[in-house]
């Protein structure tokens, strides 16, 4: 089989995971890569030397030969990108968030059926070792029917991150809660077996807004530095904030089931913290993959102290808990062999949809915002690894 040939749209920053499938001895090949920044063209040409690059990445489509393309721009380019991608007939991974709207997710998904190109959203958390082995343990069985979960997600570099340059607007990223949260949004829908079908959110903003802010004509840095705290005694952020600084979701699944996630990002600390519920136990993570981290399960009663079950996980090697390498790897083998996906464009939909509209509902009055249905022949395409389903 000839080398997978691929193409990147976003150099720089999260896209340099492409990096990683330039390998031509074992099958994948980086050819061509779009960026308008000049300083990411002259950076990959020391990885990739005879890279092929462009300032509009719609030219790097033109190129015959390019199989895929790695989506790893800001999210709300991932729209545009992703449907002029399919319609080019390239396989497509596409970094999350799908979309900063549904509309925009609906639309990725209605492309992707009809032009029949691959689609593979970037939902890296489904191959960290924390979430398969809570996975694991829940489908055991060893807690019963999960009945109830929640996520608290303390995002200590929050004011690094996320203030400081284009994801504090509104226009750019919708919220937090979408940008951020889709990723343990997913997780929980995965890990509970069924989607939100209604939600009602509640945040706002109260610690940014009232932080020192740099002039339109600065450029942002959204650079990590632990030194960055507390946050009213930092500066330069963007100038215009209007995203929320703490956020929340509640959640009614499909199957019965409820969840609740929560997002703080003017905390110290960093950590996602995971608690699942079901008619036989619980478990709870304390730590996560970037460093050592345990897994607690209890099933009879007794003091938090003194769980029944404890798991202690190795910290794992690699950029977000080792899960960057084995995305990608599935994203290959699903282009190359048709093999079968941890992660789903359905699902990924469906995590947009708790953010799009959780913070619908916290900006218009907190009240309840149903999640509008897909029709079930476009569900039946992705369940289908994206193959046609025999009538």
């Not at 990959?44 to 790695?70: G, H, N, Q, S």
């Not at 608690?275 to 460093?291: D, L, M, P, Q, V």
Request: hydrophobic share 35%; net charge neutral; glycine share 10%.
């Amino acid at each position: 089989m000839k080398n997978l040939k691929i193409g990147l749209i976003g150099i720089g920053l999260r896209g340099r995971i492409g990096r990683h499938l330039h390998k031509p001895e074992n099958g994948t090949e980086v050819i061509a890569g779009a960026d308008t920044n000049l300083k990411a063209h002259e950076d990959i040409k020391e990885f990739v030397p005879d890279i092929a690059l462009f300032t509009d990445y719609r030219e790097m489509l033109k190129i015959p030969e390019l199989d895929a393309v790695i989506i790893a721009t800001p999210d709300y380019l991932h729209e545009e990108m992703a449907v002029a991608s399919l319609e080019a007939g390239k396989a497509v991974y596409l970094e999350k968030p799908m979309a900063i709207t549904l509309e925009g997710c609906d639309r990725i998904l209605e492309t992707a059926m009809r032009t029949g190109s691959k689609l593979f959203v970037g939902h890296n958390m489904r191959h960290k070792p924390l979430i398969l082995k809570m996975k694991s343990i829940i489908d055991s069985g060893v807690i019963g029917e999960l009945r109830a979960a929640w996520c608290r997600h303390f995002v200590g570099y929050g004011g690094d991150a996320y203030f400081r340059d284009w994801h504090s607007e509104q226009k750019y990223s919708t919220g937090l809660l979408l940008q951020k949260g889709s990723h343990d949004i997913d997780v929980m829908h995965w890990l509970m077996g069924s989607y939100s079908k209604s939600v009602v959110g509640m945040g706002m903003l109260s610690v940014y807004n009232r932080c020192e802010r740099r002039s339109p004509d600065t450029p942002g840095n959204a650079s990590w530095n632990n030194a960055h705290y507390p946050p009213l005694e930092q500066t330069g952020f963007s100038p215009v904030i209007d995203v929320e600084d703490h956020s929340m979701v509640m959640m009614q699944l499909e199957n019965g089931a409820q969840m609740c996630y929560m997002q703080c990002h003017y905390t110290p600390d960093s950590e996602r913290n995971y608690t699942f519920i079901g008619t036989k136990g619980r478990i709870e993570n304390y730590g996560h993959n970037n460093g050592p981290c345990e897994i607690h399960v209890w099933t009879q009663r007794g003091p938090r102290e003194t769980p029944d079950i404890v798991y202690h996980l190795k910290a794992a090697s690699g950029f977000h808990g080792g899960a960057d390498l084995p995305t990608l790897a599935n994203f290959v083998d699903f282009v190359r062999f048709g093999a079968k996906t941890n992660t789903s464009p359905i699902a990924a939909r469906q995590s947009v949809a708790v953010g799009y509209l959780g913070h619908k509902s916290m900006r218009t009055g907190c009240n309840r915002q149903d999640i509008p249905e897909l029709p079930p022949e476009m569900i039946a395409y992705f369940e289908n690894n994206q193959r046609a389903v025999s009538k």
